[in-house]
């Protein structure tokens, strides 16, 4: 079901989307919820003539009900989350992934592929059904590498490696973006990724 994101490529992009959905329709059902109970509220306690004010202190049962469900439900989400997160970026990418470095610059993503010493910019070639691993770098300010058919968007700092890793289940051609407002010319700081069958990659 992808009728809210983009669509997905990545081997675990079915996981994060599931937790996406079960999140989203968690805080739907309680944004109607309150926001009727609100529209009730202005409804039965709008000022009438002759009405006299009424003075409570409150609930305190509701208050703890009220305060505990929420908590509750977010401890469970963390538990639920913690098998992706731990997948996505806790652990090392696969022995058998291929490295890639990244470099962003304003305003341009800059690609190598130490294995065939190719160097391209903003054009970003994996295999499919092969993990990649992705070295991220910046040579000036915070950028934002972003793949939304991945699922996948981790900011990159200046002075400082950070790894991630992907693994793509379907050939096609997809948007790299900057998600991070990196300068004047952020609007055009844009890449693409181009999935291919081993034998091309190759």
């Not at 592929?113 to 993990?131: A, C, D, K, M, S």
């Not at 900057?178 to 844009?190: I, K, T, V």
Request: hydrophobic share 45%; with cysteine.
């Amino acid at each position: 079901m992808t009728f809210i994101l983009p669509e997905n490529i990545s081997t675990i992009g079915e996981r994060i989307d599931s937790l996406y959905y079960v999140i989203l329709w968690i805080t739907g059902f309680f944004f109607f919820l309150v926001e009727g109970l609100l529209v009730w509220f202005i409804i039965r306690y709008r000022r009438r003539e002759g009405g006299r004010a009424y003075y409570t202190h409150g609930n305190t049962a509701l208050e703890i009900v009220w305060t505990a469900i929420p908590a509750l439900i977010l401890v469970a989400l963390a538990f639920f989350s913690q098998g992706i997160w731990k997948e996505v970026r806790g652990g090392r990418a696969p022995s058998h992934s291929i490295p890639i470095r990244v470099t962003a610059e304003q305003f341009a993503w800059n690609i190598s592929y130490p294995e065939h010493g190719i160097q391209t910019i903003n054009q970003l070639f994996i295999p499919v059904g092969r993990p990649v691993r992705l070295t991220l770098r910046s040579k000036d300010v915070l950028h934002s590498f972003f793949l939304p058919n991945f699922r996948m968007k981790q900011d990159v700092l200046p002075g400082t490696d950070v790894d991630i890793w992907i693994d793509a289940k379907k050939t096609g051609k997809f948007e790299i973006a900057c998600a991070e407002l990196c300068g004047l010319g952020h609007y055009r700081m844009r890449g693409f990724l181009t999935v291919g069958t081993q034998e091309e990659y190759a």
